[in-house]
């Protein structure tokens, strides 16, 4: 049927003599009651050709950002990832192996998590990364559970600043362990520090912040770490990478961990994965890290080589007891975000992250110049700014498309009426100018068509 | 042709040129100055300011992160280098077991680098994102009829995420029974995947190891033992990890189902068994599918994957969101989506939910290559593909139970294996001299990648071998003869295994000193 497998009739009958069977069928040592007796209920196979139209006709249905122009953020941004991360990941040598568990023949990869772990760790300023987690939000939830074994205790409180997905992940995560959760709100578009000296106490296994947080403010770590370890917590903040570049680090402002989304590190943003989470740590939490990590060490003849270390820590060795229990996880999408990294280089990320800024800023005069449109805080950002309107926010993305702009993310009830709007590289002033041009025509439009109806939110 | 003249070498008296050159990083090829990106001007009208009148200092980095300086042909070398110092499934056999190492099909990647899967934003809206969702919608469709239950979700990024989501959705499906107080523990068996116990500890619950009987299967007995109103689930896969088919199947998910617990099946081994055998026939209520297993999904060196989960009726209500809708749409013939549009659905359409298992919709990407993967084959294809490797696993151990690896190698519970089996070198040890590393690293030598070693536990010197139906004979008799020279040199030499690799880019590595003292970053000066 398939051109994947390559066993003949003839070669059949002939392993089967081998084997000492009379046919297939009675090697399948399932009891009958078990036994699936009609054929599978799905269409025939096709050609090569075939699925490669049936799945392009697909992909014709979806508005990608190639198609429009994409001011999408809230986690995953559309930069531009160059070609060699494709022309190198797409290479059988890292493509097709499993995990490095014979270190001799798995020297290009675990030499690429060990490159990746620096990388991360310059960019948080954290003594320890792990080789990567499945991405964003459950890499939050993972270090709530690292932080319920620091420090034996089992409540979180968390910033509103969070993005929803990933507090809704870390809820999850916490109907397991388990753990309570209280939330603190915003002020002025950061987290209320007044409150979250309340809200902390000594029950408290770790605070929650994002660095810059869901509506685009760069949060003050430090005064938010002082609050979290006076009372004996650790610090989370989730962070964007490519803000790193210019930001103070985590590590440096008394976070106790640093994770992430790493798509925006040249990952394609597939509708939402695979990409990587990543995790970096304090170095007393060297024994509580989840995910796999490369360690550098040296073989028998004295030459340098990388194994994975610290693999007490894993599911495969340490099973209930282990630190997490991740195994397959995004290796490919940290070597492409290694390789993204080291073609921005020192100073290419510096420039990436100064021009956001600047074209940020750029939009938010813009857009917030524009009648109706109002700033929801006046914080510093870097790449996302939240603005409120009063009109439709469905009705304004609509009318946006139709003219080719995905204006930016509904922020949803909890923020007001209103959307997120993400720069990147590759949203020129021309496009930010066009889209404060849309975004002003789509406001009249829903304002004179009096379908104004204040508080509708997708 | 003579077993001399197929060995390997079997010294390292003259290094390799890819052994005499010393391991580089990226960083110590870093040059001050040099760049690969050119990064575009701002062009914001008035000129550019200075960043700190953006942003205030107090908040500013106070050095630049220490990413290398390095330009693109020296990127493009160097990580083409380090690729060299892989082994690959496109190199040779891979028959790590549990693990399906079959071949990845390019198509698939052509497919998901299509702009339309590659650059499309999760945060689309859905309206915009039709192909998507009913790619989604589609492979749902396909996983449910292959797993036998009705109802699935993609999102679980991994076989241990679909594990954890399983055992969340255990709790939440006895918290709406009254019984989550009751419920802490969960059977597995003792030949069950690490990440088996370490997802029960993760989401708050119990384990309670369930013994393997002569067979190699479930310990009826103990189960019937274990089994109490204490019990949230027990966690199984079948075939199980010794490559054996289960007999009691019906019973052992009987026990717990009468002793009101959930049964979650684990699909690493689905392999085995597309088109003839269905978990959900099999009385499971929640199995996980790797899709960077059964279909085809390439491993990445360690990722990325997915494990969605496909549930019964009774587990549906606390499904993960948010969750795709088809819905029949009024007015058909808009010539997009003819008859039906997709929807994405969140908690206020699914009350019941556990939740959200991450952001957006999952890994994507690979639901794209898996489809493609599944379109490929159809069904026909999916059940020819497990009896191949089925047949295929027989085959090589057939090969296995000739010669020297019949007498060194026993297959460490004598019963028929389906798509894997397990051997044991417990004999070799005693014989030879050498265990089951041993025999590992000289395989390397022979440039072909060892089975999965050490696993499971409950088999001494385990060597657990599954070779997928991608393979050859060729390449399964050529495996068989490596082990077999191995062996035979051992009876000459077992030191040659011993300090075996000899050929491969570094030789054995001090692990434990990296274990002792742990250099998991480089250090930039």
């Given at each position: 049927m398939s051109g994947y497998t390559s066993v003949t009739d003839g070669e059949r009958r002939e392993m089967l003599a081998t084997i000492g069977a009379a046919s297939v069928d009675e090697l399948f040592d399932v009891p009958a009651g078990v036994r699936l007796d009609r054929d599978l209920e799905l269409p025939d196979g096709l050609t090569e050709a075939e699925v490669y139209e049936r799945l392009r006709d697909l992909a014709a249905r979806n508005a990608d950002a190639e198609a429009e122009v994409c001011f999408l953020g809230a986690g995953m941004y559309d930069h531009y990832a160059p070609a060699i991360v494709d022309a190198i990941v797409s290479r059988s040598e890292f493509l097709t192996p499993y995990t490095p568990y014979q270190p001799e023949i798995s020297q290009g990869g675990l030499q690429a998590m060990f490159e990746f772990q620096t990388a991360m760790s310059e960019l948080t300023g954290l003594p320890l990364a792990s080789a990567g987690l499945y991405e964003g939000p459950s890499a939050l939830a993972s270090a709530g559970y690292l932080a319920i074994g620091a420090t034996k205790r089992r409540r979180f409180v968390v910033s509103a600043g969070v993005n929803p997905q990933s507090r809704e992940t870390l809820a999850t995560y916490s109907g397991g362990y388990p753990a309570a959760i209280a939330e603190v709100g915003l002020r002025g578009g950061r987290t209320d520090l007044d409150a979250l000296a309340d809200a902390v106490d000594g029950e408290t296994a770790a605070v929650f912040v994002q660095y810059?947080?869901?509506?685009?403010a760069i949060e003050d770590l430090e005064p938010i770490a002082r609050i979290a370890h006076a009372a004996g917590a650790l610090l989370i903040a989730a962070c964007d990478p490519i803000a790193l570049g210019i930001l103070r680090t985590p590590g440096e402002a008394g976070a106790d961990i640093a994770v992430g989304e790493g798509q925006p590190l040249g990952n394609r943003l597939d509708y939402g994965g695979p990409s990587f989470g990543f995790f970096c740590a304090t170095e007393a939490q060297i024994r509580r890290m989840p995910g796999r990590i490369a360690g550098e060490t040296t073989d028998v003849d004295g030459r340098r080589g990388f194994v994975l270390a610290l693999q007490t820590r894993e599911q495969h060795i340490?099973?209930?007891?282990?630190?997490?229990?991740?195994?397959?996880?995004q290796a490919l999408n940290a070597l492409a975000g290694m390789i993204y990294l080291s073609w921005l280089g020192r100073r290419g990320l510096v420039e990436l992250g100064e021009l956001l800024v600047r074209r940020t800023a750029y939009a938010r005069e813009r857009l917030t110049a524009i009648a109706g449109v109002e700033p929801l805080h006046d914080a510093p950002v870097v790449r996302e700014l939240a603005i409120g309107f009063d009109a439709p926010v469905d009705a304004v993305l609509d009318h946006c498309a139709a003219h080719g702009i995905a204006a930016g993310v509904p922020l949803g009830e909890e923020h007001g009426n209103g959307l997120l709007v993400a720069i990147t590289e590759q949203r020129t002033v021309a496009q930010i100018d066009r889209l404060a041009e849309v975004l002003a025509a789509a406001l009249e439009q829903a304002a004179g068509s009096g379908k104004r109806t204040a508080g509708a939110i997708a | 042709m003579s077993e001399a003249s197929v060995n390997p070498p079997a010294t390292a008296a003259v290094p390799t040129p890819m052994q005499r050159e010393r391991a580089t990083t990226i960083f110590e090829r870093s040059v001050p100055g040099r760049r690969a990106a050119a990064i575009p001007a701002s062009g914001v009208p008035g000129g550019d300011v200075p960043i700190d009148e953006l942003i205030p200092p107090a908040l500013l980095r106070s050095r630049p992160a220490g990413l290398p300086e390095v330009s693109e042909p020296e990127i493009v070398r160097h990580y083409t280098r380090l690729s060299r110092r892989n082994f690959d499934l496109d190199s040779g056999i891979y028959p790590l077991g549990s693990c399906t190492m079959k071949h990845n099909p390019r198509l698939n990647e052509r497919v998901a680098a299509l702009p339309g899967h590659a650059r499309l934003h999760p945060a689309q809206a859905p309206a915009r994102a039709q192909g998507a969702l009913e790619l989604i919608w589609s492979l749902e469709r396909s996983l449910s009829e292959i797993c036998g239950l009705p109802h699935v979700s993609l999102l679980p990024s991994a076989g241990s995420h679909g594990e954890l989501a399983g055992l969340l959705l255990t709790r939440a499906f006895h918290a709406a029974g009254g019984e989550a107080e009751l419920r802490t523990r969960v059977l597995t068996p003792d030949t069950a995947h690490g990440t088996n116990p370490a997802s029960v500890t993760m989401a708050g619950y119990e384990v309670v190891k369930v013994a393997t009987n002569d067979e190699g299967g479930v310990d009826l007995d103990d189960l019937r033992a274990k089994t109490d109103e204490r019990v949230a689930c027990v966690m199984l896969t079948n075939p199980n990890t010794l490559g054996l088919f289960d007999r009691n199947i019906a019973e052992i998910t009987g026990i717990v189902r009468d002793a009101g617990g959930t049964l979650y099946y684990d699909g690493a081994n689905l392999n085995a068994i597309m088109g003839h055998s269905r978990p959900g026939d099999m009385g499971f209520d929640i199995v996980h599918v790797n899709l960077h297993k059964s279909f085809s999904q390439p491993h990445g060196g360690g990722g990325p994957g997915a494990g969605p989960i496909a549930v019964s009726d009774r587990i549906e209500p606390y499904l993960p969101v948010p969750r795709v809708a088809r819905v029949e749409s009024g007015d058909a013939g808009n010539g997009d989506a003819p008859g039906a549009r997709f929807e994405l659905r969140g908690a206020s359409d699914h009350p019941e939910t556990i939740g959200r298992?991450?952001?957006?919709?999952?890994n994507f990407g690979v639901f794209v290559r898996s489809y493609a993967y599944i379109l490929s084959l159809g069904g026909d294809g999916l059940a020819e593909a497990s009896e191949t490797a089925v047949l295929n696993a027989n085959y090589l151990l057939a090969r296995m139970r000739e010669g020297r690896a019949g007498r060194y190698l026993p297959i460490a519970f004598d019963r028929r294996p389906m798509h894997e089996f397990v051997l044991s070198a417990s004999p070799a040890g005693k014989e030879l001299g050498i265990k089951t590393l041993d025999i590992a690293k000289r395989l390397l030598d022979h440039n072909m990648h060892p089975p999965t070693v050490y696993f499971p536990l409950l088999v001494d010197e385990a060597l657990m071998i599954e070779p997928t139906e991608t393979e050859t004979r060729e390449s399964l008799d050529g495996f068989a003869d490596a082990v077999e020279s191995i062996l035979a040199e051992a009876e000459d030499d077992p030191e040659i295994a011993r300090q075996a690799p000899y050929t491969t880019p570094v030789r054995r590595l001090d692990e434990a000193g990296a274990a002792r003292n742990p250099v998991v970053r480089q250090d930039l000066g």
């Open positions: 810059p947080n869901f509506l685009g340490r099973r209930e007891k282990a630190t997490h229990n991740i195994c397959t996880a | 298992l991450r952001g957006f919709q999952g």
